[in-house]
């Protein structure tokens, strides 16, 4: 019975959290989406609602550390609803605004709440469960992510165009409200970190293994960036240009595959999945760059969802790991990376196609991933850890 009780994941808890990344990446997606009816509404070009994406990546990188240091010795649940309801005012603003400098201004605050809950939901998670099922646990909680760029974009879409955009980010605000009821009753609450025991943060990043995989994350997610923000202009070359909601799709769920193998096989195996994901993201962007007709780009297109899939997961498992008690901090460092890999892929992959155009992509992804898997490598177990 003990091993049974021990063997027992927290589901609604865990839950709760997969919610919360659910709602992080989809007010960071949406407006992808709805740039059409966005513009009308707020008079101003497509091109400028597309910088809503932006400003949230912005706001996610110059806050994640700075909140996560300050806030060490906090409570973590009241911390966790306090990132919520983050969300809850950026989108209610962002609902009923008119102003095209208001709604940015709210995009911007939405993303220092996704940097603080980013920085939290790992360690969070991986707080709730023994030792040798925390990346189970963290698994579960970010299964959010790959469920709202499968669903989540393509459903807020699809009812952008039914009732309007506005109703969209308000039905946003109201599922926040819902979670944070749903944390309240749900989530356990633990204490912030005791004062003797903060590491100061150059002291956390020189740890053995943070840097290992700080840079692993920013090369892996570089890659996964350039290629994802301009799907579409590599698609319209590859004459699937029609069909690049069915490509993603194809992705997305392909992405849910593969956090579900990652969630099983993450704590015993967490470095040979890493190695694994990035040979297999190398294979998709290979066959990317040799495809000659649509069922070679569909299977690349699986085959790259797979392993993006449980990234995520397997990342935050791995600093959360050798951060040990620095957790959060550590996770604040990844958050930055990662969206610094978010922003890079923007302008590398903008610059790649103003330049060399979409025949480029493939063997820059594939130098990426050759360097990621080589650091993977020689780093052994500095970093990237699995439990005996």
Known sequence: MKTQARDRLPLASLLALAT???????????????LPQMAQDLAVSEAWVGQAVTLYALGSLVAAIPLT????????????????????????????????????????????????????????????????????????????????????????????????????FGMMSMLALVLMAWVRIQVPDFAGQAAGKRLPLGRVFTMPGIRPV??????????????????????????????????????????????????????????MLILVSTMLFGLSALLLGIATNAVAVYAAVAIWGLAFGGAAT??????????????????????????????????IGGVLLDRLGVVAFSPVLMLLLAVTLAVVWVSGRQGFSSLA
């Open 20 to 34: 919360a990344a659910f709602i992080t990446i989809l007010t960071e997606a949406l407006p992808a989406g709805l």
């Open 69 to 168: 240091t300050a806030t060490q010795g906090v409570r973590r649940r009241p911390l966790l609803l306090a990132a919520i309801a983050g969300f809850v005012m950026a989108n209610t603003v962002t609902t009923v605004s008119g102003s095209y400098a208001v709604t940015m201004v709210a995009r911007f605050l939405a993303g220092v709440s996704a940097g603080l809950l980013w920085a939290l939901l790992a360690g969070y998670a991986a707080r709730m469960v023994p030792d040798h099922l925390k990346g189970r646990a963290i698994a579960i909680a970010m299964v959010g992510t790959p469920l709202a760029l499968s669903l989540g974009v393509p459903a807020g879409t699809f009812l952008g165009n039914l009732v309007g955009w506005r109703m969209c």
């Open 214 to 271: 700080l840079f692993v994350v920013l090369a892996f997610v570089l890659a996964h960036n350039i290629l994802y923000t301009y799907i579409a202009p590599f698609l319209a070359a590859a004459g699937m240009g029609k069909r690049t909601d069915l490509v993603l799709l194809v992705f997305g769920m392909a992405s849910l595959l593969g956090i579900g193998i990652i969630g099983v096989l993450i704590d015993r195996h967490l470095r």
């Open 314 to 347: 397997l990342f935050q498992t791995a600093i959360a790991r050798t951060a040990a008690e620095a957790a959060d901090v550590a996770q604040s460092m990844l958050v930055t990376a990662w969206n610094m890999a978010i922003a890079g892929g923007g302008m």
